[in-house]
Every structure is written in C-alpha cells, then in structure tokens.
C-alpha cells in the first residue's frame, strides 16, 4: 500500500486549503485554482493533511521533497545506534590473571558503546556462596565506573548471577566519533598544506665488476 501524497490531479476533493511554498496561507479555493496557480508557478499541489476538512494541499516541487525526505530518512538510519550486548562469563574464584583480560574485554566493549551482561557462574559448592560473586561483580562494577554505569543490578538466575553494564553517555558518543571518523573519506590536500614525502631510498652500489688480466 502506497504512503505517498496524492499529487496534482490524483487528488479527489472539490476544494483544498492551499498553503504557498513559502508556507503562507491562501485559503480555501477549489481544486481547479489551485490546480491553475500550481502550474502557474511551475510546482506541484501536494496533499499534506488528506484528513482535514477541506484537506491541506501545498504547492512545492514534489521531486525535490521526495529526494530530501529520502537523504533526511538515510541519515537518520546513519546516525542511528543500535544496542549491542555483549556478554563476559566468569568463574567466582576467578585468577587474577584471567580476571583483568576478562576486565579488558568489557573495558573494550564499553569503549565501543556497546552494553556488556556480565555473568558470573557457580558451580557445585559455590552455590551456596552467592556472596563471591557479589564482591566480584560489585569490584568489577568500581573498576570500570569512568567508562560505565551499572544499568541491571546482580541478580541470581539459577546457577549464575547476572549483571548488565552500559556506557556512559559520553563514552558512547566518543565510539560514534570514532566511528564516523573512520567512515569519514580523506581530507584532499589544500593550497598552503605542507606535502612531505620520503625520500626514495638509496640503490646499494654497485659491486666492481671483476676485471680480467692474463
């Protein structure tokens, strides 16, 4: 099913409220003027509020709308994050070695904006000390608070205990700046820029040839 305006003669009613591309309002006429005044001017009645009574009709080119909606609808997909999680399992008697690499990964994580559920994993005995992985959890949670924010407090979920982390609102915005950087095409050289370049490296000499005597 068709979203778009009826356009010109594709709409029904037997009078519009026109409103000029400027925005001014002309009032109610019927929809051979405005028909006449579109075509006047070089433009296209557009039908903006079909509901209304009359419906809103407004002159503009239509094309040109439909191209900037379209490049306005794409950069707002662009610019649009969207929520990854990422997930980090521990052991509540973790080695302190494998504690800060499993640490770095959800550094990492946060840096790229990215959410991180932590899950702590029990097994056996370590059921009944839920304690452990609180501590863990929560000495996590301290380490990593310049880059986020605890978002889902721990929670025991059968054998594990969860917790969610999630970046603060400005480490996000650096990983988008990042992102974009990196999406960003290379500055083209300018009149005044400094240009380097490296000098071709030197050809080895060339070894005597061998001279033969008798």
């Keep these: 099913m068709s979203v778009e305006p009826r356009v ?3 709409i029904r009613a037997r009078e519009v409220r026109l409103v000029g591309p400027e925005g001014e309002q002309v009032g109610i006429v019927p929809l ?3 028909l006449q005044l579109a075509a006047d001017v070089d433009l296209d009645l557009v039908e903006v509020a079909p509901m ?5 009709c407004k002159l503009m080119d239509f094309g040109k709308f439909k ?4 490049l306005k609808a ?26 800060e690499t499993k640490k770095g990964h959800v550094v990492r994580f946060l840096k790229a904006g990215d959410k991180v559920k932590v899950t702590i994993m029990f097994r ?4 009944s000390r839920p304690e452990l992985g609180f501590r863990l959890l929560r000495r996590l949670s301290e380490e990593i608070s310049e880059l986020g924010f605890v978002e889902a407090s721990p929670k025991q979920d059968g054998r594990n205990m969860i917790m969610v982390l999630a970046p603060h609102r400005a480490t996000k915005a650096a990983a988008a700046e990042t992102i974009a950087a ?8 300018r009149e005044g820029d400094v240009v380097t370049a490296e000098a071709p490296a030197e ?3 060339a070894e005597a040839e061998a001279s033969t005597a008798e």
């Design 8 to 10: 010109n003669e594709q």
């Design 32 to 34: 051979e003027r405005a």
């Design 52 to 56: 209304a009574r009359p419906p809103v």
């Design 67 to 70: 191209y900037e909606s379209a």
């Design 74 to 99: 794409r950069e707002a997909r662009r610019n649009q994050q969207q929520t990854v999680i990422k997930e980090m399992k521990l052991r509540p008697k973790i080695d302190p070695h494998d504690y």
């Design 124 to 127: 056996g005995r370590e059921q």
């Design 182 to 189: 990196k999406a960003r095409p290379p500055r083209e050289p």
């Design 203 to 205: 050809a080895p000499p």
